[in-house]
């Protein structure tokens, strides 16, 4: 078939369809040519089985195309020449102990020395007579120009077939046990199963895509004719990876709605409108369209699953206290989640300050006191407490609400997947699923939203409200050290406050504790001698670090020396100075949110990264963050940067990886394979019809033991 105009090896009639999973699962020592030593070599590299070594796919391509006759090489130019060997020696350099063969090799147009370097087994294989393509540079050596030898094969006949000197050559990722050129001569002995390759994708959809079988797409991926055929097929493998992977997700999240029944919510009413006037600022434009979209779903019975994501600043809070407070208008209990109890703490003050009488609050907290426990649980388990603050403690099976509605959970990457769906469960335990809004400050790049959270709806709420300052930012190499101090303490002398954030030297929190500890004490007696300095760590007790905080938000503290704990849940407007120690120790969204504890005045503000990185990834990151505030912006550089690998370290579980797709380079791709699998759910929503039953075979393959799991959870 033909593909954008390009050739697509077909199968001929007599093939069966489609290779089985059986055929699929052959190890690869019982194909011919490979012995135990190979296949010990490429297990070790997670090559075991046919389907592994088919769906390696190459990183790139070496361009071999041209081929040239002896007679019209020219000096310097990288060619590839086939030709005949005429003779053949060896010499061993005296200097530096080299072995050189050199062999002559004439094509009918002329003939050139070729030369290979500490390769000695070549002269008991270029015999006078045996026919070659090398693919080499020729350039001056000593009194005449040779062919310096790069790769070379043997060739059966004058038109043999090549695999590593001509044409578009594959460049595998390899390893120093397997080599990109052991992969192209184990590849060989699959193409057979290539062809055979079963689709998963319905003709229909294919003829109405424009899209090759994943046969041909596969073979012309390992082996194409021209750059546009291995792009066009890498286009179409791309496709189907996404494609599986977001009916996958979508399976999984309208499962989830099915199931259960949510509570829907009145219309908006006496509650909603008083706290909306009772705001000291008006709602910007994407605060009213997020709290749009999470009405529409309230209001019916499928429950919410929905991600609201929005900057540093940028007013989510205060959307989802909006949210809980519809719960409580209809009669029912909202909940909200933080990790940690200072953020809870926060919540907790903030719900108090806006939403005044019209709702009651509790927070709940392990800092409570037996006592204060009890009376609270006593008001949550009989609904006198409308709003429930809490933190991992909402999780105690002693909590019972009444009737919880609305669940919010913020910064929900920090709870595992168990951790995030316990209160969930219990509430369908007892026949009453809750909606659910999950809500981030990190910026999700829109096609790592639909890959790491795709079952769920995504709602984002950009720009920042009025007043808030954009911070200037510096690095400051360890050159100028002195002088980031001396700006520091220009700051502090005009009445401003100062954060110090130490990075993280390993996974000890202890150890990390130690490290700020130990700054802040060499701050304190050093280049801050003549200010208040206080220190705050994980390691301290919640009352002790809530005592240094407090003191920090008034003011009696100049200078907070701190662990990354203070990257959320900090809000004080007098400080203007974020310094970040071993900024390249951090990740950019992490810096970035670290930035976004100061510029939260009216005075102008300033992020100093203190860093030893000059080039690479780190250098990169930190250059980034001069260039932009927006937080969206840097999720996607972010992105290029790092790499989704990285990125989704913290994904939620059942997501597969991504063999070829990468998010960076294919997010109109990632799009296309939403719209079609949502498509193709609207037409058959179990995938239980014959033509979708590949489609289904091939999801469950792509998850593994983790779809049944996503399906049930």
């Given at each position: 078939?033909?593909?954008?105009?390009?050739?697509?090896?077909?199968?001929?009639?007599a093939?069966?369809l489609?290779?089985?999973?059986?055929a699929?699962a052959r190890?690869?020592?019982g194909l011919?040519?490979?012995?135990?030593?190979?296949a010990?070599?490429?297990?070790t590299?997670?090559?075991e089985t046919?389907g592994d070594?088919i769906?390696?796919?190459?990183?790139?391509?070496?361009d071999?195309r041209?081929?040239?006759?002896?007679?019209?090489?020219?000096?310097?130019e990288?060619a590839?020449?086939?030709?005949?060997v005429e003779?053949?020696?060896?010499?061993?350099t005296?200097r530096?102990r080299v072995?050189?063969?050199r062999?002559?090799?004439g094509?009918g147009t002329?003939?050139v020395e070729?030369?290979?370097?500490?390769?000695?087994?070549?002269t008991r294989?270029?015999?006078p007579g045996?026919r070659?393509s090398v693919?080499g540079?020729y350039r001056p050596?000593?009194?005449?120009p040779t062919?310096l030898?790069?790769?070379?094969?043997?060739l059966g006949?004058?038109?043999?077939?090549?695999?590593?000197t001509?044409?578009l050559?594959?460049?595998y990722?390899?390893?120093?046990q397997?080599?990109a050129?052991?992969?192209r001569?184990?590849m060989?002995g699959v193409?057979?199963?290539?062809r055979?390759l079963a689709d998963p994708?319905?003709?229909?959809?294919?003829?109405?895509?424009?899209l090759?079988t994943?046969a041909?797409a596969?073979?012309?991926?390992h082996?194409?004719?021209t750059p546009?055929q291995?792009?066009?097929?890498?286009?179409?493998?791309?496709?189907?990876?996404l494609?599986?992977?977001q009916?996958g997700l979508?399976l999984?999240?309208?499962?989830?709605?099915?199931?259960?029944r949510?509570?829907?919510?009145?219309?908006?009413g006496?509650?909603t409108?008083?706290f909306v006037?009772?705001?000291?600022f008006?709602?910007?434009?994407?605060?009213?369209?997020?709290?749009?979209e999470?009405?529409?779903?309230?209001v019916g019975?499928r429950?919410m699953?929905r991600l609201?994501?929005?900057?540093?600043g940028?007013?989510k809070t205060?959307v989802a206290?909006?949210?809980l407070?519809r719960?409580?208008?209809s009669?029912l209990?909202g909940?909200?989640?933080a990790?940690?109890e200072?953020l809870?703490?926060?919540?907790g003050?903030t719900?108090?300050?806006f939403?005044?009488?019209?709702?009651?609050?509790?927070?709940l907290?392990?800092a409570?006191?037996?006592r204060?426990?009890?009376?609270?649980l006593a008001r949550?388990?009989e609904?006198?407490?409308?709003i429930?603050?809490?933190?991992?403690a909402?999780?105690q099976?002693?909590v019972?609400?009444?009737?919880l509605g609305?669940?919010?959970?913020?910064?929900q990457h920090?709870?595992?997947?168990?951790?995030?769906d316990?209160?969930v469960?219990?509430?369908?335990?007892?026949?009453?699923?809750?909606?659910?809004l999950?809500?981030t400050?990190t910026p999700?790049p829109?096609?790592l939203a639909?890959?790491?959270y795709?079952?769920?709806?995504?709602?984002?709420?950009a720009?920042a409200?009025?007043g808030?300052?954009?911070?200037?930012?510096?690095?400051?190499?360890?050159a100028?050290?002195s002088?980031g101090?001396?700006f520091v303490?220009?700051?502090?002398?005009?009445?401003?406050?100062a954060f110090?954030?130490c990075?993280a030297?390993?996974e000890?929190?202890?150890?990390?504790?130690a490290t700020?500890?130990?700054?802040?004490?060499?701050?304190?007696a050093g280049?801050?001698?003549?200010f208040?300095?206080?220190?705050?760590?994980g390691?301290?007790?919640?009352?002790?670090r809530d005592a240094v905080?407090?003191?920090?938000t008034?003011?009696?503290?100049d200078?907070?020396?701190?662990t990354?704990?203070?990257?959320?849940?900090?809000?004080v407007p007098?400080?203007t100075v974020?310094?970040v120690?071993g900024?390249e120790?951090f990740g950019l969204?992490?810096?970035?949110?670290l930035r976004g504890?100061?510029g939260?005045?009216?005075a102008?503000?300033?992020c100093?990264?203190f860093?030893e990185a000059q080039?690479?990834?780190s250098?990169?990151?930190?250059?980034a963050?001069?260039e932009t505030?927006?937080g969206f912006?840097?999720?996607?550089?972010?992105?290029?940067?790092?790499?989704?690998?990285?990125?989704m370290?913290?994904?939620?579980?059942?997501?597969?990886?991504?063999?070829?797709?990468r998010?960076?380079?294919?997010?109109d791709t990632?799009?296309r394979?939403r719209?079609i699998?949502?498509r193709v759910?609207?037409?058959?929503?179990e995938?239980?019809?014959a033509?979708?039953?590949?489609?289904r075979?091939?999801?469950e393959?792509?998850?593994g033991?983790?779809?049944a799991?996503l399906l049930?959870?």
């Open positions: 078939m033909r593909f954008g105009g390009e050739p697509y090896e077909t199968p001929p009639p093939t069966p489609a290779a089985d999973s059986t699929l190890p690869l020592s011919p040519g490979i012995g135990k030593v190979t010990r070599r490429l297990a590299f997670g090559l046919v070594l769906d390696h796919f190459p990183r790139r391509y070496e071999f041209d081929r040239k006759d002896v007679r019209d090489l020219k000096l310097g990288e590839t020449v086939r030709g005949v003779r053949v020696s060896t010499e061993r005296a530096k072995t050189v063969v062999a002559v090799v094509d002329g003939s070729a030369m290979w370097f500490n390769q000695g087994y070549l294989v270029l015999e045996t070659v693919r540079t050596q000593g009194r005449r062919f030898v790069r790769s070379h094969e043997i006949d004058e038109e043999g077939e090549t695999l590593h001509e044409g050559v594959p460049v990722p390899a390893s120093e397997v080599s050129r052991l992969l001569q184990v060989q193409r057979g199963d290539m055979r994708l319905p003709a229909l959809l294919r003829v109405r895509e424009r090759p994943r041909d596969t073979l012309a991926v082996q194409p004719r546009s291995a792009r066009r097929a890498r286009e179409r493998l791309v496709l189907e990876e494609i599986l992977m009916v979508l999984h999240k309208r499962r989830q709605q099915e199931r259960v949510a509570t829907p919510f009145g219309p908006p006496r509650l409108d008083a006037a009772g705001l000291p008006d709602l910007t434009e994407h605060q009213g369209s997020a709290l749009d999470i009405e529409a779903d309230l019975p429950p699953r609201l994501q929005g900057d540093v940028s007013g205060v206290l909006a949210a407070l719960a409580v208008e009669g209990q909940a909200l989640m990790p940690t200072t809870a703490g926060q919540h003050e719900a108090a300050r939403l005044g009488g019209l709702a009651t609050a509790v927070v907290t392990a409570l006191g037996a204060e426990r009890r009376e609270a949550i388990a609904g006198e407490a409308d429930v603050i809490g933190t991992h909402l999780l099976e002693d019972v609400f009444r009737h609305l669940l919010v959970v913020d910064e920090r709870f595992g997947v168990q951790q995030r316990e209160l469960r219990r509430a369908e335990r007892a026949g009453r699923a809750p909606h659910v999950h809500m400050a999700i829109r096609t639909l890959t790491v795709g079952d769920l709806d995504v709602t984002t709420v720009g409200p009025a808030r300052q954009p911070v200037v930012t510096r690095v400051v190499d360890e100028r050290r002088e101090y001396e303490r220009r700051q502090l002398r005009k009445g401003r406050q110090v954030v990075p030297i390993d000890s929190e202890s150890i990390s504790a700020a500890v130990a700054e802040s004490e060499r701050l304190r280049e801050f001698r003549a208040s300095v206080a220190v705050v760590h390691q301290l007790k919640p009352a002790e905080m407090a003191a920090f008034s003011g009696e503290v200078v907070l020396v701190a990354s704990l203070v990257e959320v849940g900090i809000d007098n400080a974020m310094l120690e900024a120790r969204a992490q810096l970035h949110q504890r100061v939260r005045g009216t102008k503000s300033f100093l990264l860093s080039t690479g990834t250098r990169a990151r930190l250059e963050l001069l505030n927006d912006a840097l999720a996607d550089r972010d992105l290029e940067i790092r790499g989704e690998g990285q990125l370290g913290a994904r939620q579980a059942g997501v597969p990886d991504l063999k070829l797709a998010l960076a380079r294919d997010r990632l799009l394979a719209e699998a949502a759910l609207d037409e058959d929503a995938l239980q019809s033509v979708h039953a590949p489609l075979v091939a999801v393959a792509a998850f033991d983790e779809l799991w049930r959870a």
